[in-house]
């Protein structure tokens, strides 16, 4: 703009240039107007978060940000997904369960991949912040389950024998 006036003034009054000028001076002030509130808000974000503008510049601020974004992003969505994992495993480990009860003979064999599955289960529904934290109890009084999965907190309100 400041070319346009000089131009304008030194080679005469050219209407084209005279034109130019009116038609976008306005739009340069507005531009100018604007430029200074961005620069005062920005001023203020990154005081407030304890930096100062002249050492941080915004090329350097908002990439924090965007990083953040993005880091947080990903890890709700690997949370859902491993929470997903888990409640398919769930019902699955459940379901097993289900056809194993419905089975009358129970061989032997099959009691340490029972077991395993019990813990599991155990371990998920712990892990699902003690949607059911009682502890599971099969067989005859729980004491191996608890041994096993670890769960067993509370050895003065239950008295376990081990066989």
Do not use: C
Not at 55 to 80: C, D, G, H, Q
Not at 86 to 99: F, I, P, R, T, V
Not at 151 to 157: C, F, I
């Amino acid at each position: 703009m400041e070319l346009s006036w000089r131009e304008y003034s030194m080679h005469g009054h050219n209407p084209l240039l005279k034109d130019f000028i009116s038609k976008h001076e306005t739009r340069l002030q507005k531009l100018q107007e604007d430029a200074h509130i961005a620069q005062d808000a920005f001023d203020d974000a990154v005081k407030h978060f304890g930096e100062s503008s002249k050492t941080m510049p915004p090329s350097v601020f908002f990439p924090v940000f965007v990083r953040f974004i993005k880091a947080y992003r990903l890890a709700e969505e690997e949370n859902e997904q491993r929470r997903r994992q888990e409640q398919a495993l769930m019902e699955k480990l459940e379901q097993e369960e289900l056809q194993q009860e419905q089975e009358e003979p129970k061989s032997p064999s099959n009691r340490p991949k029972q077991r395993q599955q019990e813990s599991l289960i155990t371990e998920l529904r712990r892990r699902q912040g003690g949607k059911d934290s009682r502890h599971v109890y099969e067989g005859k009084d729980g004491a191996i389950e608890d041994i096993i999965t670890g769960t067993h907190t509370h050895a003065h309100t239950h008295t376990h024998t081990v066989v």
